[in-house]
């Protein structure tokens, strides 16, 4: 069996703001070569998290690790095999999305080819355009080439796709799928549910500061077990039954009906609802 080893452990992380309590005892473990998507509302603590272990904010307490060594004690070499995609890069609207990437590529050790990088997140043909005629999308993947020029281990996003029209995250999917699959560590917070059932092997949901729940999309609060609903249409109208064992009903309504059943449908709740459930949505 291969060793599983971990990018990101985190145990007992707090976080206070004067006397609000922004990470209340998150314990979190990140595993080498995994994507993990970090879900939570809106001041559940995610950006404070995130910007605990890219080393931007001190904790208040608690003990973290990231590539093994403390993201608050880092040095150069550390932040080298880290990549930061923040909300928004800085401002360099007079230089063309070539020369930004070029200019980052010096900041790092073993920098990839800054061309290979535009053309990699779909900047190709916009490298010789000054920064600030790019779209909003189009400065997105710019951030994400800032990102990965250094060749990084582990990769924060920090809500990627914010802005993007569909077809732009689609794309977007892609580059994040590319890089997971050649091994890049991603750490992403989304508030998109169907961004993080695309990309995440894990997601963890946040809410008041705590991590109620870690597991993959497709398991998250029970999601996997029981609670299907199967719908027809039967002869006095659309009809629903709840089940844990789909298939056995399904086989049944086949031998009542004959062969196919009208108007088949099987589902199981999305991650949506289990996500609004668990973090007490209009309750
Ligand atoms: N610098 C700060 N000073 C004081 N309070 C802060 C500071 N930064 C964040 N907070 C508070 O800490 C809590 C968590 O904020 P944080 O930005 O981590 O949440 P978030 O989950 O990233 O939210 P969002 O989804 O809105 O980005 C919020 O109540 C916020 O008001």
Known sequence: MVA????????????AYGKHVAVDGVDLDVRAGEVFALLGPNGAGKTTTVEILEGF???????????????HQADEAWRARVGVVLQSTGEFDDLTAREVVHHFANYYPSAADPDEIVERVGLA?????????????????????????????????????TGFDPEARREFWGLIRDLAGSGTTILLTTHYLDEAEALADRVGVLSGGKLIAVDSPDRLGGRGQGGVTVGWQGPDGPATERTETPTALVARLAEQFGGEVPGLTVTRPSL??????????GE
Do not use: C, N, W
């Open 272 to 281: 949506e609802d289990v996500y609004l459930r668990m973090i007490g949505a």
């Open 125 to 161: 043909e916009k490298r010789d355009e000054r920064t600030r005629t790019l779209s909003g999308g189009q400065k997105r993947r710019l951030d994400v080439a800032l990102g990965i020029i250094g060749r990084p281990e582990l990769l924060f996003l920090d809500e990627p796709t």
């Open 4 to 15: 599983v080893t971990d990018a990101i452990t985190v145990r007992g992380l707090h976080k």
């Open 57 to 71: 904010r001190k904790r208040t307490s608690g003990d973290v690790r990231v590539l093994g060594v403390d993201p």
